[in-house]
C-alpha cells in the first residue's frame, strides 16, 4: 500500500547510530507526525565511516549498523506504524578502499580483467595511488610497503604503513601461490571470477598461510610492484596527475561508470530490491550533477522503480535555473526552497550596507561575480589540475590538427570555460543541446576574459561539445560537465561562501549571493507552481552550513545593519590587546563575532572546529593541503581569549546583551520559517534534531548526538512563552501540531491562494489552502510585529493554539495565524 508522503525525518546512520537505535525512536517520530524515515546511505562502508557516502560495497548492507537482520527489523517497525522509509543512493562514486570487493578486483584484474569497466580509470600505464607520506623510492628504503596475505578479504596484498592495501596482479597471485605449494588455489586465480579464489585464500590452513607469507617474504619487492596495474605514490603527485574521476578533489571517491547497463544493474540491484519488496518507498539520488548522463539515469531509474516510488535528487539550482522537464522524478531534495524561505527574512538593502562595510574595509572586495570566477580559477589551479590535463587531452584528440591550437592553449580554453559556467552544469547529449543549453554556452561564450587565441580554442571547443559527433567529442562533452559541477561547488559552496561574509546566514549550499534578499511576491509565485508536489522542503541538513536558528537569527542583521557595524568596530578594539599580529584579519574577525553571535552560547571548542574548516575552505591564509599553522593558531587562540581570557569579560557580556536583544525576535523568525515549510506545498523534511532550537554549524557540528528521549517527553511537557523557551518546545510543538493535521485532514493542504496583505513594518505573508478553509500568516520582519491582520469573518480554529480562535487574543507576542474554517472536517 502507498503510503502518503506527509514528512521526512532525516537519520544519520553509523556505528554509533545503528538500526535498532532508529527503531526505538519511532515511537517518537509517530507522534510527531512524521510519515517517512529520511535515512543516510546505508550500504557497506569503509569501516567506521560516520556518514555512510564512502559506500564499499552497494550491494550489501552495512553490518556496522545492524546488517540485513538489523535493517529488517527497523523495517517491520515503520510497516507496524504505517511509516515508511526514503533511502539515500550514491550512484555516482565509491570509496578506493582494500575493503571494497569491486576496486580491488578492478586493481587485480587490470584493463582486460571481469571489474575494468565499473569505474572511470585510464588504463594508460599504471593506475596511480596517490597516498604515500614520501616518494616510493623513499617509502620502499624505509620498509614501510610490504607484501602480506589479507585471509579476511581473500587478497594477496602490497601494504602500505598497515593501512592501504593493494592486490597484485593475478597472474602474481598465481605464481606466488604456486611457489607456496598451493596449486588448486593458484588455478583458481586464472578465472576470470575470483569469488572462489578468494574464498580459497580465506580457507588456508595454518601451514599453507605460512608457506604463503614466505613465498611473499622471497619476493623482489620493487620488480613486483613494477609489474603491477597499479603504483604507490607520494600524495601530492594527485595535484599534477590521476588516474581515474574522483568525487570533487576527494582522490578516495573514485567516480562509477554508472551509465553503463550492467554496472547501473551491478550497483542498484539491492535498492532496487528494496523497493520491489516493500522495504522502503522512495530513493534519493546523491550528486546528480557527477553523472554522465543524468536524464537517461533518471528514465533508467523510473523505469526500475516504477511510476510510485519517490525519487528525489541532490541538484543544486542556479539563479532562474529549474530541473530539467525530462527528467522522470519527483523533483530534488530542495535546497533552492531552503533559500527561498530564507531570503524571505533578509533585507537586501541591510544586506547591501553590510557588504558595502566590507569592501569600505578593504575585507571583502569586488563583485561576486568576479570573485566566484577567481575562486573558482584558484580551484582549478590548485585541486582540479589533473581533471583539467585529463579534459585538455581528450579536447586534442577532438580537435581539428589544422586548426593548431596546442595542449597550452586548449587547457586555456577549457578553463576559460569551466570559469564562465554560470550555473551547475549544462546536460548536452549525442542529441544535441537544447533551448537551456544553448542559452547557457551562449553566455558562458559571451563573458569569456580571454586573449584572441585562447577565445578562438574555446568556441571550437564549444562547437564540439555542442554538435560533435563520434567517439572523442561525446568523451569531451560528458567529461567536461562532470567537472563543471564540481568546479562550481568547489568554488562557490567551498571558497566563496567562506570568503564573502558580510551576512553568513546567506551563504548556503544553493544560496545566491547576488540576490539574497527575497520578496513575498516571489516566494507566492514558487509556491503556487508547486501545488501537488511531492518534493522535499527542508530547514537543515547534513550539509548546510548553519542550522535554521542561525539563520534566524543572523538575518535579523540585516534588519538595523548599523547597529552591528558599530558593535564589531567596537570589539575590534576593545579586543586589539588579545589580537596576536598574525592574525585575524578583519574578514575573519568579522566572521568570528558573527559566529558568535549566531551559535551564542558556544564553547571554545566548537568554535575553534569551526573556524578551523572555515580559514581552510576560504584559502585565503591557509588550505587544508598546506596549512599555515602560524596563521592558524593565532586566530584560533584570538578566538579562544574571547570566550576565556578575563581581560574579555566585558567583550562577553556586550555579546550576551546583542544576543538577547535578538533572542525574541530570533524565535519568530524561526518560527514563521518553520510554521511555511511545514504549510506550503511540498513534502516537509526535517533533519534529526532540528525539531527543537537547533544553533549547530557546519559538520561535524551539525552531527552531535540527539537526545530522543528528551523530546519525547517534551511533547506532554507545558508549552512555555517564547521568551521563555530557550530549548524550542515551542517550535516543537508548532512542528507536531501542524503535522498532525496533515495526517488527519489532508485535503486542507490542496491547492494554494496568496492573500493580499499590506505588509506593514512587519512583513506580513499569507495564503490560504485547501480552498480557503486553512489560513496562514507570518510575519517576515520581527522587528516590526504586532498583533497578525485579523481573517474574515466566521468561525475558525487556532491550530497553532489548539482551541477556536478569539482576535481579542492575538498580539504581538504570537504573531502567526495558522487558522482552520471549524467544521472544514467535513
Known sequence: MAREWRATYRLQFHAGFTFDDALATLPYLERLGISHVYASPIFTARPGSTHGYDITDPGHINPELGGEEGFHRLSDGLRSRDMGLLLDIVPNHMATHRSNPWWMSALAGGPQGSAA?????????????PVLGDTLAATLEQGAITLELDAEQGWLVASAYGEHAWPLR?????AILEQAGTPQAAQLWRQADFSAAREALRNLDTAQSEAVRQALAAQDLPALLARQHWRP???RTARDTLSWRRFFNITELIGVRVERPEVFELTHRLPLALLRDGLIDGLRDDHIDGLADPAD???RLRDAAGPDALIVVEKILGHGETLRREWPVDGTTGYERLNSLNRLFVEPEGYRKLSQHLEDQGWVVGQPGPRLAAAKRQMLEES????????ATIAQAAVDPALEFGLPTLRSALAMLLVSGPVYRSYITAAGPDETDKVLWARMLATMDADPWTAAAARCIAQIILTGEGADPAALRGRFQQLSGPMMA????DTEFYRAVALTSVNEVGGEIEEAGGDIAGFHTMAARRIGARDLTPLATHDTKRGPEVRARLNLLSLDPGRWISA???????????????????ADEWLIYQTMLGAWPIGADRLREYLTKAMREAKRHTRWETPSEAYEQACLGFAASLLEDPAAAAFRQEMEDFRDRLAQPGRINSLAQTILQLTMPGVPDLYQGTEWWDFSLVDPDNRRPVDYAARLAALDAPLPAIAEDAQGVTKHRVTQRLLTLRREQPDLFDGYEALNLPPGDAGWLGFTRGNGRLRVVVPTRANGVAAPPAPPSGSWWDVLADKAFDARQ???EWPFQVLKRQGSEM
Open 117 to 129: 569497466n565499473i569505474f572511470d580509470i585510464n588504463w594508460e600505464g599504471q593506475v596511480l595511488q
Open 170 to 174: 593475478t597472474e602474481d597471485t598465481a
Open 233 to 235: 605514490a607520494h600524495w
Open 297 to 299: 539515469y533518471c528514465r
Open 384 to 391: 582540479f589540475g589533473p581533471e583539467l590535463g585529463q579534459l
Open 490 to 493: 568547489k568554488g562557490l559552496e
Open 568 to 586: 564589531c568596530t567596537r570589539w575590534r578594539e576593545m579586543n586589539a590587546p588579545l589580537r596576536p599580529a598574525a592574525g585575524p584579519d578583519g
Open 810 to 812: 492575538s498580539s504581538a
